[in-house]
């Protein structure tokens, strides 16, 4: 792995097809959702050619390792992308937090140098330059929570594209691997997102609006997805939608769909939120969007998209344990510094304990997702682990969150301290549906 990570391929040069077509009706499109606010995805983005050809497809499989006991030692290799990735979220991420947050946008240089870490090469197998031959969840958990224990909303962000390079390593085919990994491992990777939220209250991930139909050998996208991270900047969207059965050959029901932004039909808009503002969220649009058959990701089975699910549950986790245990690492020290009545406020027993419930919730948080996401490596069921991993961040981690604000009293309430953004960030990612893979 480490050599992988060392030794990036170059891919320079890629030959530039022109996928626009139908240029009429998409002028037409633009011009009716105008006065939505929608406006045409990144009509500038890059064209994705299959660079290479190969015997079969090279997906991701579970490692099965199974060491007899539960053990939560990280290997050699597992230390060192942690290491990289906290030292990476501590340098640059935890000083551009408030900026990006005000501005609602990522810098273009810490997305650079998320590629440099290796964050969207952990999804690509060996074959196409990447740095994994098997799945490893549980690296990308401790990746994401070093990334996290810096800023959540910067972290959602640079692994954005991991979680389309991550479903192509696991479920895409030889042409859609050939077509669009390549790029996940080179210097400029491209802006890509897993469009699955959408915009109604308690959204169920498989009871979709976004619908899909066929249409001879295409397919017909239509819907709008919300929150998706870096949207007016997307290259390359995994959308959600569902589908009626055809015939046997296509089970029905949710399934995942490969969209290029330069796809005719295909709207975004801003949709600043209460947190995740570094990720720029915004509405996906999708009019009549028309994607070729092999646009559908894993066959379309259902089997795909529930596993797809839990491994965004288990990356949400993942983030909002590193952005609590950034929480208590604040209060700790603040507590046992801040005097009141002449002694600190740590003395107090109301302090002590709500301090002490907080490590406690984190803990339980980070024993439950690294059991998931170990599961998921040894081939094993983990959807019910998931779950609870989920369950717990919506309701531990956004108390975690509150108790950091009411432990700095007004201090927490002002921008002078990072947890009034970590208690914004966290409620979000209770709420919060793909977008992750691990």
């Known amino acids: 792995m480490a050599i992988g990570l060392r030794a990036l391929n170059r891919f320079a040069g890629l030959e530039v097809v022109d996928r626009i ?74 000083p551009a937090a408030e900026a990006a947050d005000t501005a609602a946008a990522t810098p273009a240089e810490l997305l650079a140098g998320a590629a440099e870490i290796g964050t969207t090469m952990l999804g690509v197998p060996e074959e196409l ?33 991991a979680a389309v390079s991550t479903a192509l390593g696991l479920w895409g085919d030889e042409g859609q691997q050939g077509t669009y990994l390549p790029a996940f491992v080179g210097e400029d990777v491209p802006a890509a997102a897993l469009a699955i939220q959408e915009d109604r209250p308690l959204f169920d991930p498989f009871r979709l609006g976004t619908v899909a139909r066929r249409d001879g050998d295409d397919w017909i996208l239509s819907g709008e997805k919300a929150l998706v991270p870096r949207v007016a900047d997307g290259e390359l969207f995994v959308v959600a939608a569902q589908v009626e059965p055809q015939n046997g050959s296509v089970p029905g029901g949710p399934a995942l769909f490969l969209v290029e932004a330069k796809a005719p039909g295909l709207l975004t808009k801003e ?38 699910i839990a491994l965004g549950r288990i990356g949400w986790a993942a983030l909002a344990l590193g952005t609590a245990q950034a929480a208590v690492d604040y209060v700790v020290p603040y507590v046992n ?27 339980s948080l980070r024993l439950t997702t690294l059991r998931a996401a170990s599961r998921a490596d040894a081939g094993k069921p983990f959807a019910r682990e998931a779950q609870l991993a989920r369950r717990l961040t919506a309701d531990k981690a956004m108390s975690v969150g509150s108790n950091a604000v009411q432990m700095l009293g007004g201090h927490g309430y002002v921008k002078d301290h990072p947890v009034e953004r970590w208690y914004r960030d966290l409620r979000a990612a209770g709420v919060m549906e793909g977008a992750l893979l691990v």
């Open 337 to 363: 510094e801040r005097v009141a009545f002449g002694e600190p406020v740590s003395h107090r027993q109301g302090v002590a304990f709500t301090v002490s419930n907080m490590a406690i919730d984190v803990e």
């Open 271 to 308: 949709q600043p939120a209460i947190g995740l503002r570094a990720a720029a969220t915004g509405r996906l649009a999708l009019e009549d969007v028309r994607v070729p058959g092999s646009a559908l990701l894993g066959g379309g089975t259902p089997e795909v998209y529930a596993e797809a």
């Open 21 to 94: 077509g139908a240029r009429e009706l998409s002028e037409r499109v633009v011009r009716r959702t105008a006065q939505r606010g929608f406006q045409t995805a990144n009509a500038a983005g890059r064209t994705f050619a299959a660079v290479r050809k190969r015997g079969g497809g090279a997906r991701l499989s579970p490692s099965g390792e199974g060491r007899g006991l539960f053990d939560l030692t990280p290997t050699d290799e597992q230390e060192m992308l942690q290491g990289a990735a906290r030292d990476f979220a501590a340098s640059e991420l935890r």
């Open 129 to 161: 330059g990447g740095a994994v031959s098997e799945r490893s969840a549980v690296t990308s958990v401790l990746m994401a929570e070093a990334l996290a224990h810096g800023d959540l909303g910067l972290a959602f962000s640079v692994l954005a594209p």
